[in-house]
């Protein structure tokens, strides 16, 4: 069966040009194409936190710390989406849960002697896992695996990089391999469906069809709307 998991060119295309939306401050057409991509890729951080701060400055504060919450829900480090989450807080007159959020920020951004702080390490991690996507979308992925590794070198806590290290694996032909890191990230965030779904395809190109099956039929029992888990599990049932 062929994966599914790597962004479409519609979907690169939005993520391009949400990003240059959100650099550039344009708030309406930012919002507009990082939501369409949240529709189908709903499990990257900085798409989130984009999207948060965009939603922010068009004065809508429940629906960007939603969107920043999210962020912190899949990548719990990411010092960015914190300080953003904090002035939308401060904003609204919520200045308990400002200052609790920005001292959570200001302790993991804390440098440590010999190394680089939180911020920069993020930047970092975030722009090796671009390359990382180059390289996979023009299928060098022996150089995607390397970058995406590089980029979780800088910040091992970004689960949405270890989630695309896995599909980059598995695609590479390294399967048990990409087993492990799917089981990781669902170790840390077991509700990320996507890496469920992902790891249900890995055990049956393992061979192992009975734990994938068992593992799409978990994932439809907590998202009966998971129409590729529902796909898989159609497919599969009928070959055994």
């Known amino acids: 069966m062929r994966d599914t998991a790597a962004m479409n060119p519609a979907e690169r ?8 939306h959100f650099e550039r401050g344009d708030t309406d057409e930012g919002i507009a194409q990082l939501s369409e991509l949240l529709r189908t890729r709903k499990e990257f951080a900085d798409v989130h936190y984009m999207l948060g701060v965009l939603l922010e400055r068009n004065n809508d504060s429940a629906a960007a710390a939603h969107s920043l919450r999210e962020a912190l829900r899949i990548n719990p480090g990411y010092t960015e989406a914190m300080l953003a989450l904090a002035n939308v807080y401060e904003l609204a007159g919520d200045f308990e849960r400002s200052r609790e959020i920005a001292e959570r920020a200001r302790k993991v951004a804390s440098p440590v002697a010999g190394t680089l702080d939180a911020t920069t ?7 090796q896992a671009e390359l990382g996507d180059a390289y996979s979308e023009a299928g060098d992925l022996r150089e995607a695996v390397e970058a995406y590794r590089k980029a979780l070198d800088q910040c091992p806590t970004f689960h949405d990089i270890r989630f695309r290290l896995g599909v ?17 990230v669902l170790r840390a965030n077991p509700n990320l469906t996507e ?15 009975d734990e994938a099956l068992a593992e799409w039929q978990a994932v439809l029992a907590r998202d009966p709307d998971r129409k590729d888990a529902a796909m898989y599990l159609r497919l599969v049932a009928k070959r055994s």
């Open 13 to 20: 295309r939005a993520y391009a040009i949400g990003r240059e």
């Open 121 to 127: 390490r993020g930047k970092l991690a975030n722009l």
């Open 195 to 209: 890496a469920a779904v992902q790891r249900g395809l890995t055990l049956y190109t393992l061979g192992r069809a």
């Open 168 to 184: 980059a694996l598995r695609e590479a032909g390294q399967p048990a391999r990409a087993l492990a890191e799917f089981s990781r």
